[in-house]
C-alpha cells in the first residue's frame, strides 16, 4: 500500500501562484512515475503533468509554460509549481503514484482561481 499526502491548495487570484506538494509513504520500493490529475466540476478528470523516472515529463498543453512538475526522490515526495493561474485552472487536483503495485491517489487537494 502507497499512501499520498497532498498539501499547499488554496484560494488564488488570477495571475497569482501556487506550489501543491505530495509525500508517499509505505510501500514504495520502486516508484515508476509521480504526477498530477485534476478535476474540475462536471468533468473528467484530466492529466496535468507526469514525470516518470527517468523520463521526459509530460503536460497538459492548457498548462504548458506556466506549470512545472518537480521531484525529490530522497523524500519522495512531487511538486507542482503553478504560475500564472487562471479560473480554468480551478479544480481538484489529485497526485499519483505509479509502482509495481500499480496506481496510487492522493485525497485531493482543492485550488480554486478567482478574483
Known amino acids: 500500500q502507497v499512501q499520498l499526502v497532498e498539501s499547499g491548495g488554496g484560494l488564488v487570484q488570477p495571475g497569482g501562484s501556487l506550489r501543491l506538494s505530495c509525500v508517499a509513504s509505505g510501500s514504495i520500493f520502486s516508484i515508476n512515475a509521480m504526477g498530477w490529475y485534476r478535476q474540475a466540476p462536471g468533468k473528467q478528470r484530466e492529466l496535468v503533468a507526469t514525470?516518470?523516472?527517468?523520463?521526459?515529463?509530460n503536460y497538459a498543453d492548457s498548462v504548458k509554460g506556466r506549470f512545472t512538475i518537480s521531484r525529490d526522490n530522497a523524500k519522495n515526495t512531487v511538486y507542482l509549481q503553478m504560475n500564472s493561474l487562471k479560473p480554468e485552472d480551478t479544480a481538484v487536483y489529485y497526485c499519483?503514484?505509479?509502482?509495481?503495485?500499480?496506481?496510487?491517489w492522493g485525497q485531493g487537494t482543492q485550488v480554486t482561481v478567482s478574483s
Open positions: 499519483h503514484t505509479d509502482t509495481m503495485f500499480g496506481r496510487s
Open positions: 514525470s516518470p523516472s527517468g523520463g521526459s515529463t
